[in-house]
């Protein structure tokens, strides 16, 4: 499947048929209605939408709304889409249970901030790119809202899902 994102349009097709499988159009000209933020997961299933109050699930294969959740801005699915972290109030990191919208892990350390987020490719893990300033930390959260450090005092140019990664 393939997404694509126009000026207040997302359109899903399929490309074995080239068909539409999935169309909506989002308000323009309302600045809290408006998109500004996507994410979705690997296999174009669902798809996070955020607006400036809040980020709804989608079904990108039947259109039906799943979760919502105030104030957030989706970051990633987990590779199982089970999974979907986002940066919430003060770019503080969370994880949500994506079918439910239900909180499963938040930032405990106030002085960090999260930059961004990957899914691990062989399950419901998320790593999560933080920082207190200084150098980054990445962390592991696993379906059960349990986190770990994996690695302290990294300056990563930039996280990816990588398919022989041995953090996860």
């Known amino acids: 499947m ?19 499988v999935y169309q909506q159009a989002f308000p323009v000209g309302n600045i ?3 998109v500004n933020s996507v994410a979705v997961a ?9 607006t400036q109050t809040q980020t709804t699930i989608v ?13 957030v801005t989706p970051l ?4 199982d889409g089970k999974l979907l972290a986002v940066d919430g109030t003060d770019n503080r990191g969370e994880v949500f249970n994506a079918s439910t919208g239900r909180v499963i892990w938040s930032e405990s350390v106030a002085s960090r901030v999260t930059q961004g ?3 691990n490719p062989a399950g419901s893990e998320v790593m999560l790119l933080v920082t ?7 962390l592991v959260v696993g379906a059960g809202g349990t986190a770990h450090v994996v690695a302290k005092d990294v300056f990563p ?12």
Not at 45 to 50: D, E, K, R
Not at 132 to 138: C, E, I, K, R
Request: hydrophobic share 40%; aromatic share 8%.
């Open 117 to 119: 987020a990957v899914p």
């Open 2 to 20: 393939l997404m694509r994102i126009t000026f207040g349009e997302l359109r899903v097709l399929d490309f074995k048929s080239g068909s539409v």
């Open 59 to 71: 079904n990108l294969l039947n259109g039906q709304l799943g979760s919502r959740a105030n104030g």
């Open 132 to 138: 207190g300033g200084g150098l980054n930390d990445l």
């Open 157 to 168: 140019d930039q996280i990816a899902p990588c398919t022989n990664c041995s953090a996860f």
């Open 42 to 50: 690997h296999d174009s299933s669902f798809a996070a939408l955020g």
């Open 76 to 79: 990633t699915f987990s590779w």
């Open 32 to 34: 809290r209605a408006e």
